[in-house]
């Protein structure tokens, strides 16, 4: 069967283990070449390290809590703790976390783990910032255990982002070249230009890959032929004013390209430029994403698909 297609049924099928849809989009990932693609795969499948840029359905927002005991045999069970109790420099830790374990974890976790009886899976406090703040949080009691307490339903979300952003890539990449996944080594069945196109729209939502990893971008689409949306999302992207008046004019000046990646020799000097931009470090994106991305957001604009 199509590659695109098993991944495709995979996807849907919710009794199938996301980990094993995965293992197929790394190999789909391998036969298109896409580094972008590759990385997420290999990260969503291994775990983030502590330098990797975190997606932003990874963040989540929670609420501490914690035992406490007093004088005179009093205490408090479960008891929550108020961020601003805490020393600054641990607030955050106290009402945020980051999910960065692979996600055959999280699968495990929602399917095994029943919860408290408000359905929540508790994360414990290290027992050395527990003695840290020990007392700091309720006047004469001591905590002698916290916890961050994770919404079940935002583990389960975790889970169904990841499955509904390859079912996504996976059908728009149908629609653009249905046999890519069948490709022999060495070739590239889809312009990389187009993948990261797809990649960043449909997998990133909202991001793209800066210095090889991903960064938050505002994704608002460009429309074909809406000049303004493109310059627009360029000026988001940090392209500085007098680069996005000299595409304009590039772009006037040109006529207008047949085929995907295939630009008129003005807007094609263009992108040389701001690529090497990127390469000098005046532009905080690395070559290969500034190719990519600029190539995806003019090929939207000429409607080339």
């Avoid at 205490?75 to 999910?99: D, K, N, V, Y």
């Avoid at 399917?111 to 009886?117: I, K, P, R």
Wanted: hydrophobic fraction near 40%.
């Amino acid at each position: 069967m199509n590659l695109l297609h098993q991944i495709r049924d995979l996807a849907t099928d919710s009794s199938a283990r996301l980990s094993d849809v995965l293992r197929k989009a790394k190999v789909l990932a391998a036969r298109l070449g896409n580094q972008a693609f590759k990385q997420w795969v290999d990260r969503e499948l291994n775990g983030y390290k502590p330098n990797d840029e975190l997606p932003p359905y990874r963040k989540i927002r929670v609420a501490s809590y914690g035992n406490f005991s007093g004088p005179f045999d009093s205490g408090l069970s479960g008891a929550p703790i108020p961020t601003g109790c805490l020393p600054e420099q641990f607030r955050e830790f106290s009402a945020a976390m980051q999910l960065v374990d692979a996600i055959s974890y999280y699968e495990d976790l929602v399917s095994t783990s029943v919860g408290d009886a408000k359905n929540e899976i508790h994360a414990p406090w290290p027992a050395d910032l527990v003695a840290l703040v020990s007392g700091q949080i309720y006047v004469d009691m001591n905590c002698i255990s916290a916890w961050r307490s994770v919404p079940r339903g935002a583990i389960i979300a975790l889970v169904d982002t990841v499955r509904n952003r390859i079912l996504d890539f996976v059908l728009e990449m149908e629609a653009a070249a249905p046999d890519a996944g069948e490709a022999k080594p060495g070739t590239k069945p889809v312009a990389d230009a187009k993948v990261g196109q797809i990649f960043n729209t449909h997998v990133m939502s909202g991001n793209t890959v800066v210095g090889g990893t991903v960064t938050n971008v505002q994704q608002t689409g460009v429309a074909e032929g809406d000049l303004s949306s493109l310059k627009k999302h360029l000026l988001s992207l940090g392209v500085e004013r007098n680069d996005v008046r000299a595409l304009e004019k590039a772009i006037k000046g040109d006529p207008r390209p047949k085929e995907y990646g295939k630009f008129g020799r003005g807007v094609s000097a263009w992108m040389g430029r701001m690529v090497a931009k990127a390469a000098s470090g005046a532009w905080s994106i690395s070559p290969k994403a500034a190719a990519d991305v600029l190539s995806g957001l003019l090929c939207s604009y000429y409607g080339l698909r």
